[in-house]
C-alpha cells in the first residue's frame, strides 16, 4: 500500500509563492510514476505537472514557465513549486502515484492520492 500526506497548501496574493510537498510512503511505489493534480470549485481534477521514474517531467500548458516539480529522494517526498500564482490557481492541490502510467496527463492512470491541500490565491 501507498500513502501519500501533501502540505503546504495556504493562502497567498497574487503574484506570491508556495511550495507544496508530498511524503510518500509504502513499499509498492519504487518505479511509480508521480505528479500533482489539483481541482477547482466546480471544476474536474486536472494534471498540473507531473514526473515518472526516470524523472521526466510533463507540466500542463497553465503552469508552464511557474511551476517546477521535483523529487527528494532521500526524503521521499514530492514538490511543487508554485511562482507567480494567479487567482484562477486557486484549488484543493492532490498528489498522486501510478505503477502503471501510460499518459502521466490522465487523472484515471493513478491508483493512490493524498487528501489534497487547499490553495487560495486571492488579488
Known amino acids: 500500500q501507498v500513502k501519500l500526506v501533501e502540505s503546504g497548501g495556504d493562502s497567498v496574493q497574487v503574484g506570491g509563492s508556495l511550495r507544496l510537498s508530498c511524503a510518500v510512503s509504502g513499499s509498492n511505489c519504487r518505479r511509480c510514476a508521480l505528479g500533482w493534480f489539483r481541482q477547482g470549485p466546480g471544476k474536474e481534477r486536472e494534471g498540473v505537472a507531473m514526473i515518472d521514474s526516470d524523472d521526466r517531467t510533463t507540466f500542463a500548458d497553465f503552469v508552464k514557465g511557474r511551476f517546477t516539480i521535483s523529487k527528494d529522494t532521500a526524503k521521499n517526498t514530492l514538490n511543487l513549486q508554485m511562482n507567480s500564482l494567479k487567482p484562477e490557481d486557486t484549488a484543493i492541490y492532490f498528489c498522486?502515484?501510478?505503477?502503471?502510467?501510460?499518459?502521466?496527463?490522465?487523472?484515471?492512470?493513478?491508483?493512490?492520492w493524498g487528501q489534497g491541500t487547499q490553495v487560495t490565491v486571492s488579488s
Open positions: 498522486a502515484a501510478g505503477r502503471y502510467v501510460a499518459d502521466r496527463r490522465r487523472v484515471t492512470e493513478y491508483e493512490y
